[in-house]
């Protein structure tokens, strides 16, 4: 899967990363998304890369979307404020 921007996403992913943005008052396009194979063990999905400024973070993909709960925790901290 090659992730360039928040629309690459699978649809479920993309709307509950738009409904997480949307909860904290910031928008999807805030944010730079990326796709990032694993080095460790290509046979994984992989990570996603989120950034929006200086900031950034990586989740691991995975097919419960345990990442975008964790995203979710990143900006209930306030991570990328």
């Known amino acids: 899967m090659t992730i360039r921007t ?3 996403l699978p ?12 909860r904290h008052g910031l928008a999807p396009l805030h944010f ?3 796709g990032e194979p ?12 989120v950034r929006r400024g200086r900031w950034a973070q990586a ?3 995975d097919p419960r979307g345990r990442w975008l709960r964790q995203f ?3 900006l209930n901290c306030r991570f990328f404020r």
């Open 59 to 61: 989740y691991r993909i």
């Open 6 to 8: 928040y629309t690459d």
């Open 11 to 22: 649809i479920v992913d993309r709307a509950a990363f738009e409904l997480a943005c949307a």
């Open 72 to 74: 979710e925790t990143d």
């Open 32 to 34: 730079e998304i990326s």
């Open 38 to 49: 694993d080095p460790d063990d290509p046979s994984q999905d992989g990570f996603v890369v």
